[in-house]
C-alpha cells in the first residue's frame, strides 16, 4: 500500500435537548413563597422532626411522606462554602462564593450565592466568609420564582 | 454462601487528555485485547459482559455501551451497563463479581472506556448533575463540591492546604512509575501551593486532569481460574453504600455523616473486611488504590478506610504513613489525581490493586503487598465502593 | 433457577402523560407502593437495584437525585442502565451470590419531560447515522419492511394485536390510555413511517414501578404470596443496523432460549400460560411470538387470527394492554414483569387471566430490539 499522510477528523456535535423538569407540588409552593412573599419555607418530617432545605415532599430516611411546613429564619450560619476563581462555561464570571448556609430554624443546610464581599484578596475574604460564619438572606426586588431569587450577606 | 471469584485478565490503555486516533469503541477494544492476552483467553470464552460507562454526555453519544457490543465480543451473549456516576468502575467491578458469585456465569470481562477529550468543558456537564430546581442555577460542579468537603474537614479536624498538597506530591510521584499515567511530572509541594486557585481551598494542582482512556477486567469463577493460572488475584469482600444527594444534609451539628467525613465509604469498607475476615484494616491492608479526584478527599478515604483515626488523615499523610516507603501505601499508580478516565477510575484502582497483590505492578510494586483494597466514589460524594483484593483464597 | 428468587412487592404509580409530580415523588411513590405490598419495611431491605436512563431523565447522573427516593439512603444501591428490566437482573445475581437477601428494584421515566426521539437520536453514532435523523421510532420501519418483505402479512394483523391490547387496557387501572379502537379506526390511523401508523405505535407516557425480590429463606418475613423467578436471559444484538437479521428479534430469541432452559421449558405454548411483552410496535408483538417460540418463524400471524393471544384464547399475551396502552419507555419493560407477576399471583383484577400458574415476560430495548430481556415467573411448584 501507498505511505501517505492520514488526516484524522473530528465531527462537530452539540447536545441541545430541552426539558420541562416538573417541580412537583412541594417545590413550586417553595418557589412559589420565595417569589410572593420572600419567605423561604422548610419541610418537617413528622417523623424524625428533620427540617429539611429544599423541601421535599418526603423523608428519604424514614421513608414516609411528609406534609409539615414551617417558616424558616432570614439569617443562617455558613457550613460550607468555596471561592471560585476559575472560569467554567455555563457558570458566573469568577470570582464568586456559594456557601452552603443552615437557616434558623432548619436542619439542614441551603447552597446559594453569597453577596458583597471582596474576592480578589482569598486570605482576607477567608477571615469573614468561614464556618459559623452569621449571614442575612437578601432578595432581590424583582423575583421569578428561581432559588437565585436571594444570595446570602455575611454579617457583621 | 457467595462462589469464590478471581481477577484472571487486565487491559489498560494509557491514559491521556486527547485519543483523536479512535473511536470510542476502537478505545474499549484496545483494552479488551490486552485483557484477553493477559488471561491467555479468546472472546469466546467470555461468557457476559458488564459495561462500565458513567455520563454519556462526556462521551457525546446516548447509551454508547450499544455501540460497543461487537467490540467487546457481547453479540448474542448477557451484556449490562452500570452507571454510579464516578463510582461506576467500583460498582461495575462488583457487578462482575455478582454475575460469577451466584453461579450463573464462569467468565465475565468487565470494561469500559472515557472519552471525555472530545467534550470541551467537563465541568459544564458536572454542573448539569446537579437538581435544576436548586443546586444547578448556584453553579455547583464536582470541584466546589469536594472544595465543601475540604473547608468542612479543615474547620473539624485542623487539615491543612499543605497536607492536602501533601497527598498531591506523593500521587504525582508515584505516577512517574506507572507507564499509563496521565500526569507523569512530579511536582512539589510549593509548586501545588503556588499552583492558581480553582475553587478554594482547591489549587489546580489539588485536581485531576480530564483523562480518556479505556480498563478491562476478566473474572472467573475458581474453577475456571485454577486450569487458567497459578496467580490470580481474589476478590474477598465488596461493599457498597449510597448516601442522600442533598449535600446539606450532611451539615448537622449531631450525627454520623458528615459532608467532611466519609462514614459511607467506611460502612462500605465495613462491609468488604467482614466478608474478607480483615479486622484492622491498618495492620491487614498492604497497599490502597483510592479514588480520589482532588486531594482532600484522598485524607477523607483513608480515614474512612481504618487506615488511621478520623481527622487524622492530614498529619498520618504529614508523616509519610501513606508513601510507597511508608507504613500502608496509597495509590502506587498515582491515582485519580494524576488519571481520571471517569468512566474506568474505579475499575482501575480495582485492576491496580489485583496487580499489586500477584506481584505484577513493575516499577510501582509494593513489596510483598498480599492485601489491598480499592474505592470508587460518585455523585455528590454519596456513592462509595469498597472491594478488598488478595493473593489468598 | 429452582426458585430460589421470589418477587414479593409490586407497586406501580399509574401511567399518564404530564405527570406533575417530580421524578423524584414518582420513584417514591412507586418504591413505597411495592414496600407496602410485601408488608416490609425499607429497613428490611438490604440493598436497592434501580434501573433510569440519564438522558431521558434529563440529568448526566439521575441517580443522585434518585437513589433515595428510590430506598437506597445508606444502602447498598446501584444503577444498571439501558432497561428496567435489567435491574431485575442485576437484583437476582446480587440475592443469589448469597451477599443480599432482599433488593428493592425501581424504575422511572418521564416521557413528557423530555422530547425522546431527539435523545434517541443521540444514541446513534456521529459519523454514519446520526446526521440521518434516525431514532427509536423511525427506526423501526426498517425492521418492520425487513419482516413484511419475507412475511407479508396482512394489516389487519398487526390492527387486531392493537384492537387486542387496547381493549385489554380497560381492565387496567394504572393504564392511562383507556380507550378501545377498532380495526377501522388503526388502518386509518396516520402513517408515522409506512408501515407503521400512530396506532401501532406505544403511547409514550410517565410512571415508575418497582418490584421487592426475596430469597427462598426470607420469603416468610412478608406477608405477600411469593412469584418465583424460575428462569431469566437477556441479551444484546450488534449495534449497526447493517449486520443484524433485521427480519426478526434475534435478542429476543437469545434472552428467551437462556430463560428457558434455566426454567426447564421445553415448549413454550404449552408450558406457559400468559405473557407480557413490551411490545415496540403492533408487528413487533407477532415478531415476538416467533422469537419466543411460540410459533416458527412467519407463523405469528396465525396466533393473531386464531386469537390464540386474546384474554381467553390459549396463550394470552399482554392482558394490560402491553406498551401499546401505556409505555413508560424505560420503565415499560419492568411493567411487564409486574403485570406478569400480578397474573401469577392471582391479583390482576379484571385483567387477570384465569389459571396461571406459570408466565413470561420480556422487555426490547435500544434501537429495533437491540437489547432484550426475557422472565419465566411461577407459582410455588
Ligand atoms: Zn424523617
Not at chain 2, 6 to 13: E, K, L, R
Not at chain 2, 108 to 121: M, W
Not at chain 2, 210 to 221: K, L, P
Request: charged letters at 20%.
Amino acid at each position: 500500500m501507498m505511505k501517505e499522510k492520514r488526516e484524522l477528523v473530528s465531527v462537530p456535535g452539540k447536545w441541545d435537548i430541552s426539558f420541562n423538569y416538573a417541580a412537583g407540588k412541594t417545590v413550586s409552593h417553595f418557589l412559589a413563597q420565595i417569589r410572593d412573599n420572600g419567605r423561604i419555607l422548610g419541610m418537617k418530617c413528622a417523623k424524625c422532626h428533620r427540617v429539611m432545605v429544599p423541601p421535599r415532599s418526603f423523608c428519604e430516611r424514614c421513608f414516609v411522606p411528609a406534609e409539615d411546613w414551617v417558616e424558616l429564619g432570614d439569617e443562617g450560619v455558613v457550613e460550607a462554602f468555596t471561592i471560585v476563581h476559575d472560569v467554567f462555561e455555563g457558570s458566573p464570571p469568577p470570582p464568586y462564593a456559594i456557601a452552603y448556609v443552615k437557616l434558623d430554624g432548619a436542619d439542614t443546610a441551603l447552597a446559594n450565592f453569597v453577596d458583597g464581599l471582596d474576592l480578589s484578596d482569598i486570605s482576607e475574604a477567608t477571615q469573614r466568609l468561614k464556618i459559623g460564619a452569621r449571614v442575612k438572606v437578601e432578595f432581590a426586588s424583582r423575583r421569578e420564582g428561581r432559588i437565585t431569587d436571594f444570595k446570602y450577606r455575611i454579617i457583621g | 454462601m457467595a462462589r469464590n471469584v478471581a481477577i484472571v485478565g487486565i487491559g489498560q490503555t494509557n491514559y491521556t487528555t486527547l485519543r483523536n486516533d479512535v473511536t470510542y469503541p476502537e478505545l474499549v477494544f484496545e483494552a479488551v485485547t490486552k485483557a484477553l492476552s493477559d488471561a491467555s483467553m479468546s472472546i469466546d470464552e467470555i461468557e457476559a459482559v458488564v459495561f462500565s460507562l458513567a455520563p454519556t454526555s462526556l462521551v457525546g453519544v446516548d447509551a454508547m455501551e450499544r455501540w460497543c457490543i461487537d467490540a467487546v465480543g457481547a453479540k448474542g451473549k448477557p451484556f449490562m451497563r452500570v452507571n454510579t456516576g464516578g463510582a461506576t468502575g467500583g460498582s461495575a467491578a462488583q457487578a462482575g463479581y455478582f454475575h460469577i458469585a451466584s453461579a450463573f456465569f464462569d467468565t465475565v470481562l468487565v470494561v469500559g472506556a472515557e472519552k471525555q477529550g472530545d467534550t470541551p468543558d467537563t465541568q459544564l456537564i458536572l454542573n448539569q448533575i446537579w437538581d435544576p430546581r436548586f443546586e444547578r442555577a448556584v453553579a455547583l460542579n464536582a470541584i466546589n463540591m469536594s472544595s465543601f468537603q475540604a473547608v468542612r474537614h479543615m474547620h473539624k479536624y485542623g487539615t491543612t492546604e499543605q497536607q492536602m498538597a501533601m497527598v498531591s506530591v506523593r500521587d504525582h510521584k508515584n505516577a512517574l512509575n506507572n507507564p499509563h499515567a496521565h500526569i507523569r511530572q512530579a511536582v512539589s509541594l510549593e509548586d501545588v501551593l503556588a499552583s492558581r486557585v480553582v475553587c478554594w481551598p482547591l489549587k489546580l494542582l489539588d485536581c485531576c486532569p480530564r483523562s480518556s482512556g479505556a480498563c478491562a477486567v476478566i473474572m472467573a469463577s475458581e474453577g475456571r481460574t485454577r486450569k487458567l493460572m497459578q496467580r490470580p488475584a481474589w476478590i474477598k469482600g465488596i461493599g457498597a453504600t449510597t448516601n442522600t444527594y442533598y449535600m446539606g444534609d450532611k451539615m448537622e451539628t449531631e450525627m454520623f455523616n458528615d459532608h467532611g467525613d466519609w462514614d459511607e465509604l467506611a460502612l462500605a469498607a465495613e462491609h468488604a473486611y467482614r466478608m474478607a475476615g480483615i479486622s484492622n484494616p491498618a495492620k491487614q491492608i498492604d497497599v490502597a488504590e483510592i479514588y480520589g479526584p482532588f486531594s482532600c478527599l484522598e485524607i477523607a478515604a483513608v480515614e474512612a478506610l481504618g487506615f488511621c483515626p478520623k481527622g487524622q488523615g492530614g498529619k498520618f499523610e504529614e508523616q509519610g504513613f501513606f508513601n510507597m516507603t511508608g507504613e500502608l501505601p496509597v495509590n502506587p499508580s498515582g491515582g485519580a489525581l494524576c488519571s481520571n478516565p471517569i468512566a474506568v477510575t474505579g475499575l482501575v484502582r480495582v485492576a491496580e490493586a489485583a496487580l499489586q497483590v500477584t506481584g505484577r505492578a513493575e516499577g510501582r510494586q509494593v513489596n510483598g503487598a498480599k492485601t489491598a483494597v480499592a474505592t470508587a466514589i460518585g455523585g455528590s460524594l454519596q456513592f462509595h465502593t469498597a472491594m478488598v483484593i488478595s493473593a489468598n483464597l | 433457577m429452582d426458585r430460589r428468587v421470589a418477587i414479593v412487592g409490586i407497586g406501580q404509580t399509574r401511567y399518564e402523560t404530564g405527570k406533575t409530580e417530580s421524578l423524584d415523588e414518582i420513584a417514591f411513590e412507586a418504591a413505597s407502593k411495592a414496600l407496602a405490598d410485601a408488608g416490609i419495611t425499607r429497613d428490611e431491605v438490604d440493598n436497592v437495584v434501580i434501573a433510569a436512563s440519564d438522558q431521558l431523565d434529563g440529568r448526566p447522573i439521575s441517580s443522585m437525585t434518585l437513589a433515595c427516593p428510590a430506598g437506597g439512603y445508606l444502602k447498598d444501591e446501584v444503577k444498571a442502565s439501558d432497561d428496567g428490566t435489567l435491574a431485575v437482573v442485576l437484583a437476582c445475581l446480587r440475592l443469589l451470590s448469597g451477599v443480599f437477601h432482599t433488593s428493592l428494584v425501581v424504575s422511572w421515566c418521564k416521557c413528557s419531560e423530555v422530547p425522546t426521539a431527539k435523545v434517541t437520536n443521540l444514541s446513534f453514532d456521529p459519523f454514519f447515522h446520526r446526521d440521518l435523523g434516525l431514532n427509536h421510532i423511525n427506526a423501526l420501519s426498517f425492521q418492520v419492511n425487513s419482516y413484511l418483505s419475507r412475511y407479508p402479512i396482512s394489516e389487519w394483523v398487526p390492527a387486531k394485536i392493537v384492537v387486542k391490547n387496547r381493549a385489554n387496557a380497560m381492565g387496567n387501572p394504572y393504564a392511562h390510555l383507556v380507550e378501545e379502537v377498532s380495526l377501522e379506526e388503526v388502518v386509518q390511523s396516520p402513517i408515522v413511517c409506512p408501515p407503521l401508523r400512530q396506532l401501532h405505535l406505544p403511547l409514550e407516557c410517565d410512571g415508575a414501578c418497582a418490584l421487592v425480590l426475596t430469597t427462598r429463606e426470607r420469603v416468610r418475613l412478608t406477608t405477600q404470596k411469593p412469584v418465583w423467578i424460575s428462569g431469566l436471559g437477556w441479551a444484546m444484538d450488534s449495534y449497526y443496523l447493517g449486520e443484524r437479521d433485521l427480519h426478526q428479534l434475534s435478542s429476543v430469541a437469545k434472552a428467551a432460549r437462556q430463560a428457558y432452559q434455566r426454567a426447564g421449558i421445553k415448549k413454550p405454548i404449552d408450558e406457559i400460560d400468559v405473557a407480557e411483552i413490551n411490545e415496540l410496535s403492533a408487528y413487533h408483538e407477532i415478531m415476538a411470538y416467533e422469537a419466543l417460540d411460540f410459533c416458527t418463524p412467519g407463523e405469528g400471524y396465525k396466533l393473531v387470527e386464531e386469537g390464540s393471544t386474546e384474554l381467553t384464547g390459549k396463550i394470552p399475551v399482554n392482558p394490560s394492554g402491553g406498551a401499546l396502552a401505556a409505555s413508560p419507555l424505560f420503565a415499560a419493560g419492568l411493567v411487564r414483569i409486574a403485570e406478569a407477576a400480578l397474573q401469577v399471583r392471582g391479583d390482576a383484577g379484571e385483567r387477570q387471566v384465569t389459571g396461571v400458574r406459570t408466565a413470561l415476560a420480556a422487555s426490547c430495548y435500544g434501537i429495533c430490539a437491540q437489547g432484550s430481556s426475557v422472565f419465566i415467573l411461577s407459582q410455588e411448584s
